[in-house]
T-cell receptor, first 115, second 113 residues
């Protein structure tokens, strides 16, 4: 099992460009998450999908959109990138039903730089 | 709403010494608690979790943590530090359900030879 995979690993964008970060999991988990990690800030939740067909905003959703394409895949889109979105982005998945304690499994991350 | 406070953004210990990384949480309901480790340029790996069973939880790589409800703490310890333990450590809390985890800001553990 590959676990949680993310593409690309690295990306450089110019301000105003758009891009989509891809995430897939092969653990048959029902819930998926996007976080961003900034120095000294820990990880902050951008969006999550509790189950296929649903998405909800997290702590820092502005400037992002998501799509839960199917049970395996959850993408994050930046429509018009800004330098403030320079960060490391992590995707995670979890089996939140019937278990409720939400142990999350993380991908390797995407390092995004916006110039 | 829940929150997590990790005391000390950087902790330095000598190889072979005790490791103690502090985590305090705030939650309106009984929490589930996690410690994750992040090695340079990698994703997060689960070290251990508290899910309301035993209050002393053992994890991988010789780490353990004790849930103390009266102190709202979940400190991470290891009796003897090894050079390979140098990494970033994150404490996180969940109140159950499918909401995201709430993370502390992280503690960078430095091991001195």
């Amino acid at each position: 099992n590959a676990g949680v995979t993310q593409t690309p690993k690295f990306q450089v964008l110019k301000t105003g460009q758009s891009m989509t970060l891809q995430c897939a999991q092969d653990m048959n988990h029902n819930s998926m998450y996007w976080y961003r990690q900034d120095p000294g800030m820990g990880l902050r939740l951008i969006y999550y999908s509790a189950s296929e067909g649903t998405t909800d905003k997290g702590e820092v959703p502005n400037g992002y959109n998501v799509s839960r394409l199917n049970k395996r895949e959850f993408s994050l889109r930046l429509e018009s990138a800004a330098p403030s979105q320079t960060s490391v982005y992590f995707c995670a998945s979890s089996q939140t039903f019937p278990s409720s304690y939400n142990e999350q499994f993380f991908g390797p991350g995407t390092r995004l730089t916006v110039l | 709403a829940q929150s997590v406070t990790q005391l000390g953004s950087h902790v330095s210990v000598s190889e072979g010494a005790l490791v103690l990384l502090r985590c305090n949480y705030s939650s309106s309901v009984p929490p589930y608690l996690f410690w994750y480790v992040q090695y340079p340029n990698q994703g997060l790996q689960l070290l251990l979790k508290y899910t309301s069973a035993a209050t002393l939880v053992k994890g991988i790589n010789g780490f353990e943590a004790e849930f103390k409800k009266s102190e709202t703490s979940f400190h991470l310890t290891k009796p003897s530090a090894h050079m390979r333990d140098a990494a970033e450590y994150f404490c996180a809390v969940s109140t159950g359900g499918a909401d995201g985890l709430t993370f502390g800001k992280g503690t960078h553990l430095i091991i001195q030879p």
